[in-house]
């Protein structure tokens, strides 16, 4: 097949951790390189956000389009619905030019939606949308510190009606599509995210801290991920804080992510504000903040943790903790949306509530006292994360999603393939 994956803010070659970079990024990313290494040809879709970047990169054989939509400048995914007409124009015009059609296209996120659904009534080709984030459940988790505008709810509405496919990462994701979207779920899939095998596997715990330069019998706890609120990184830090004062344990805890790979207030704002609640916590000398990593150092951090945490007030999925179990760490995580699904409650690990540092408490102690069980946890951990959350396996279920639901009676030759990717700096199309 020829498919088109559509990422308005989120593109597959940013580095994850930033504010606007994290599971939707990787998500995009491994979806399109695995459908590219099983015969099909991928093009992702994602607005130019740097004037210096190329009309179309390369990546693993994935062409990467820089749509022109807006100014070329890096802007928080909050303002960029007013340029999703200029997006969907251009799709129209790109596709028209294509000597062979797509045969689906992929929105992900709501405004990639947008995008995708002018061009199938323009062009009749069939979508498959993925949210992501639903706008009336972050709304119902941030209120006021919600910056988007309703109007979200009204694009979402119509997207659950006339996308061809929904895909839900999880149950809790299905649920709330279906109760507050009256979505049908004869359309709904549910397909999770996934890791990358060949990136993220278990290495010894004294061999990932000696390349980090971590103590080698500390009790360590892990953080990793985008640093912005609702990610409930001060629960984490407080969690920490209260395993001290009322369980006699010291742990050190890392906090890997932000927006800069040097751990920085004014590039990382929410870092001046969770430094805080360390101090009055009582663990401001045992909390670091380590800044950006790329992806290759992730197996380091995830191997050489004791436990892997994370309770944010809501995940529509959260990568994080497959990744971590792929790497043979037991995670305790919020028992919130995709979190609830991943992590299989007193077998890989524990679900706790997201605002209580206490709870986290108990569970982090009992993994300290109790190395063996901690071990078990992770074992199986990595059994359930190689079973279910492979992105090779992601990228299968999704195949057969676009199969059912496209045209595919033609392919797209290889021929032309190699051509357009010889010609891809001139903006050629296939």
Request: glycine content about 10%.
């Amino acid at each position: 097949m020829k498919i088109a994956m559509v990422s308005e803010h989120a593109s597959p070659l940013a580095l994850a951790g930033g504010v606007d970079s994290g599971g939707q990024n990787i998500y995009v990313a491994n979806v399109a390189r695995y459908l590219q290494r099983s015969g099909h040809d991928v093009d992702v879709f994602t607005r130019r956000d740097r004037a210096l970047l190329p009309a179309i990169s390369n990546m693993e054989g994935v062409r990467v389009i820089h749509v022109p939509a807006g100014p070329p400048l890096q802007l928080p995914k909050e303002q960029l619905l007013p340029y999703m007409g200029e997006f969907a124009d251009f799709l129209i015009g790109f596709c028209r030019r294509q000597r062979t059609p797509y045969h689906v296209m992929h929105a992900n996120f709501f405004m990639s939606g947008l995008a995708g659904l002018k061009v199938r009534r323009a062009l009749g080709i069939p979508l498959v949308t993925t949210f992501h984030a639903l706008g009336r459940v972050r709304r119902i988790h941030q209120g006021s510190d919600d910056g988007f505008p309703d109007e979200r709810f009204a694009i979402e509405d119509e997207l659950v009606r006339h996308s061809d496919a929904i895909i839900a990462e999880c149950p809790q994701d299905e649920a709330d599509l279906i109760d507050l979207y009256h979505a049908g779920p004869d359309r709904i899939e549910i397909i999770p995210c996934g890791f990358d095998a060949d990136e993220l596997h278990p290495m010894s715990r004294d061999e990932a801290r000696k390349a980090l330069g971590w103590p080698r019998k500390q009790f360590i706890v892990l953080q990793l991920g985008r640093i912005v609120q609702r990610k409930g990184i001060d629960n984490v830090i407080r969690g920490v804080g209260v395993l001290k004062t009322q369980h006699g344990i010291d742990a050190q805890l890392f906090i890997v992510g932000g927006n800069s790979d040097t751990p920085n207030e004014i590039a990382t704002p929410e870092i001046a504000r969770l430094r805080g609640i360390a101090r009055q916590a009582g663990v401001e000398q045992t909390t670091t903040f380590v800044g950006r990593r790329g992806r290759e150092q992730l197996r380091r951090f995830y191997s050489a943790a004791n436990v892997f945490v994370t309770t944010p007030w809501y995940e529509p999925f959260g990568i994080t903790p497959v990744e971590a179990m792929a790497c043979g760490t037991p995670v305790i995580g919020a028992d919130v949306g995709g979190i609830r699904y991943s992590v299989k409650e007193g077998e890989t690990g524990w679900l706790v509530p997201p605002r209580d540092p206490a709870a986290l408490a108990v569970r982090l102690a009992t993994l300290q006292r109790d190395p063996a069980l901690a071990r078990r946890m992770g074992e199986a951990g990595l059994a359930r994360a190689r079973a279910e959350f492979t992105w090779r396996g992601v990228a299968k279920s999704l195949e057969a999603v676009y199969g059912r639901i496209a045209d595919v009676n033609t392919v797209c030759p290889s021929s032309d393939r190699a051509e357009s990717l010889r010609s891809a700096a001139g903006g050629a199309a296939r």
